[in-house]
């Protein structure tokens, strides 16, 4: 039981170039999410999936796509990347329903944009 | 203004001490409530959830006052293993599980 799982760890981007950040969970977890966290701010929503084939926008949409592609998987794709994208991205899965559910988080991508 | 906010500190205290972070939120309709613990360039974990009664953990108590709108933590005997960042986390939607991050207090304890 891996729990959630995010690749790369690590990956350096020119201007304009495009990846996807790739995310699963073992969990059987209904909700997923991508947040980023910057130097002295708290973790910022991106894009966030409330259960299988539906995906909304978070609080720091610009700039990035997403794909639910199944239950497990949840995918962050940067279409053309720009030096402000430059964070750590985590994925985050939860079972949802409940008040007290808890999300689990990934260990996290760190990505620099030159 | 924030939705969730905290003090970042960093607080600085012995082995040994007692500290208390708090937090304040201002969407009245939030639910439930959290602390989260993030050590430095990993990713954040549950520490404990918050509940109206109060709830304790071991060294760790938390607590939650609806009608100020603010949520502590309470860690007494602090050890060294205690340094990190705490995140003060509320839930504005069960439905969509949107959970809404405070930017953290640092904690380092110092022998």
């Known amino acids: 039981n891996a729990g959630v799982t995010q690749t790369p760890k690590f990956q350096v981007l020119k201007t304009g170039q495009s990846m996807t950040l790739q995310c699963a969970q073992d969990?059987?977890?209904?909700?997923m999410y991508w947040y980023r966290q910057d130097p002295g701010m708290g973790l910022r929503l991106i894009y966030y999936?409330?259960?299988?084939?539906?995906?909304d926008k978070g609080e720091v949409p610009n700039g990035y796509n997403v794909s639910r592609l199944n239950k497990r998987e949840f995918s962050l794709r940067l279409e053309s990347a720009a030096p402000s994208q430059t964070s750590v991205y985590f994925c985050?899965?939860?079972?949802?329903?409940?008040?007290?559910?808890?999300?689990?988080f990934g260990p996290g991508t760190r990505l620099t944009v030159l | 203004r924030k939705e969730v906010e905290q003090d970042p500190g960093p607080f600085n205290v012995p082995e040994g001490a007692t500290v208390a972070f708090n937090c304040t939120y201002s969407?009245?309709?939030?639910?439930?409530f959290f602390w989260y613990r993030q050590d430095c360039r990993k990713e954040p974990k549950l520490l404990m959830s918050?509940?109206?009664s109060g709830n304790e953990d071991g060294r760790f108590t938390a607590q939650l006052n609806r009608a100020s709108q603010y949520i502590s933590l309470l860690i007494r005997d602090s050890k060294l293993s205690d340094s990190a960042t705490y995140l003060c986390?509320?839930?504005?939607?069960?439905?969509?599980?949107?959970?809404?991050f405070g930017q953290g207090t640092t904690l380092q304890v110092k022998p």
């Open positions: 985050a899965s939860m079972r949802q329903g409940a008040s007290t559910d808890t999300q689990y």
């Open positions: 969990m059987n977890h209904n909700s």
């Open positions: 999936s409330a259960s299988e084939g539906t995906t």
């Open positions: 969407n009245s309709a939030s639910q439930s």
């Open positions: 918050v509940y109206s």
């Open positions: 986390v509320s839930l504005g939607s069960s439905n969509t599980g949107k959970l809404i």
